[in-house]
Each structure stands twice: as C-alpha cells, then as structure tokens.
C-alpha cells in the first residue's frame, strides 16, 4: 500500500515518533512524504521513503497529484489547527481531495494510530480492488 506522510512543522517530532513506533508496520508499505518531513523520519528510522519537494515548495501539490490518480492509499497529515504557518502545506486541499477520492486521512495522533493498525491487520486491502 502507499502511504502518504505529512506533518506540520510543530508535528514533526510527533511525526518521528509515529514512524518509529510503527516501523515494523510502515517498512512493509511503500513510504511517501514531503522533503523535509521524509527526511526527518529517515534520519530516526533508516526507512526508505520517496520524497517529494519540501511542502512549501511544491511537495503537497506532488502528493495532490499522486491523490487525485488514485495512487495513494492512505495519508497520515500531523497537522497543528492552532499555530501552522501560511507557508506550511494547505491541508484542506488534502482533505478534500482524500475525501473525493475516498482515501482514509488521520490528522491527528488518536487517528493515525487506529489507521495503522487497520493496515496492518489488512483492513484497507478494500483499496486495492478500488484502484
């Protein structure tokens, strides 16, 4: 499965943590992630992760794209509702088109955990014959 991971700034470390309770589960998956954010985790995890421009400067839009072709499975968006910046990526663009295309997103920590778990236990295989 493709799993797109994105956080804002103040999530990252959140994000880290995330990938390193979970690496048993997410090195079976291919990994996506914008530039700095897949960088980080690598650094913390040695998980091989595709990544793509930082999200300022066009990642989100690359992952957009891999959404609307129906190429992503599941997206993990760390996304802080209080303090992001204007130069942070949008996520309402994530969420509407994740939406449109019926791809689970988690936004928040509670969320990510039950939707890794799910992938895990093979709950999102549903995604494959939709593809």
Request: net charge negative; hydrophobic share 40%; aromatic share 6%.
């Amino acid at each position: 499965m493709n799993v797109g991971l994105i956080a804002h700034d103040t999530k990252k470390r959140l994000m880290q943590n995330f990938c390193i309770a979970y690496r048993g589960i997410l090195c079976r998956h291919e990994l996506f992630a914008t530039g700095t954010t897949g960088r980080l985790i690598e650094e913390v995890t040695n998980l091989n992760i595709r990544k793509y421009l930082a999200g300022s400067m066009g990642g989100e839009q690359q992952l957009a794209a891999q959404i609307e072709s129906n190429q992503m499975d599941l997206v993990i968006f760390l996304r802080d509702p209080l303090h992001a910046k204007e130069t942070e990526p949008d996520v309402i663009n994530v969420i509407k088109l994740c939406d449109m295309y019926n791809i689970p997103i988690a936004t928040n920590l509670a969320t990510a955990e039950l939707l890794i778990k799910a992938l895990d236990r093979g709950d999102l295989e549903w995604r494959e014959a939709y593809r």
